[in-house]
């Protein structure tokens, strides 16, 4: 059994949410949600590209497609994203007022054996706590991600690189196909958390906030809510999505 919790937040700025999270088959688009799951299940995190028509319409439909998925050994996770990202891209070119809608995607699929995988594409991460430590175990599929793995910029010009929202292709990009990144990862151990969020609050968090934060004696759901107040009073803008799986009882 898994306890999982969610939530996204338009954020001090933004007028409109384009984040939603998925928990239980369930998509969210406002508010929280919080449940008990057993596997096999997915559960997600989307960001509609800002700038880009209807990045809202983009993740929510995302997530609902994506929520279709019942994860086993068989699944071909890549394949079944290019499927949405099809569907997305046929959406926005027939649908003037969602032209190049995009969206990125971050999941964790949990199939009935007990297997781990992160679906990720975008810049939208996925994190394991794991004995107070907190570790990315997603990729950005980013240009400050690439420059980076290229020894072309340290980790802290990273941080700070006037380019680090350029993104590489994401889900229902009109001009170029993404690339899905598909990890296996260790199944989540007693007194893990998986942490799943948009880069709304991922940017304006440092390693020892997240740390700090979910190290307090609260509730999981109490400590996401810490987790994005804290990245509205470091100047977020954007709007803010996280979500958290344990198998501990919260």
């Known amino acids: ?24 088959r369930n998509v969210v688009t406002e508010a929280r949600n919080e449940t008990n ?43 079944k994203v290019m499927n949405i990202h099809n569907k997305l891209r046929k959406y926005g070119m027939t649908h003037e007022k969602s032209a190049n809608m995009q969206t990125t995607l971050c999941a964790l699929a949990v199939d009935g054996d007990g297997s781990h995988h992160i679906i990720n594409v975008g810049d939208s991460r ?44 994401v889900l229902g990009n009109l001009a170029s196909d993404p690339e899905p990144q598909i990890i296996e990862i260790d199944p989540i151990q007693y007194g893990d958390v998986i942490l799943i969020c948009s880069d709304g609050l991922s940017d304006y968090l440092t390693q020892g906030e997240f740390e700090e934060i979910m190290a307090l004696p609260l509730r999981l759901s109490k400590r996401l809510s810490k987790l994005t107040e804290t990245a509205k009073k470091n100047g977020s803008p954007d709007n803010i999505t996280v979500l958290a799986v344990s198998n501990t009882v919260d």
């Open 1 to 24: 059994m898994y306890y999982c919790c969610g939530i996204t937040d338009t954020g001090c700025v933004r007028d409109h949410n384009e984040d939603a999270f998925l928990i239980n």
């Open 37 to 79: 799951l057993k596997y096999p299940f997915i559960v997600a995190v989307a960001d509609g590209v800002a700038g880009e028509a209807d990045g809202e319409v983009a993740s929510s439909m995302a997530l609902k497609m994506l929520s279709g998925i019942r994860p086993n050994k068989k699944t071909d996770y890549k394949k």
């Open 126 to 169: 996925l994190y394991r706590l794991r004995n107070g430590c907190i570790k990315q175990l997603s990729t950005d599929q980013s240009l400050v991600q690439m420059l980076y793995a290229n020894g072309r910029i340290t980790h802290e010009e990273k941080l700070y690189h006037k380019h680090r929202n350029i993104i590489f292709p």
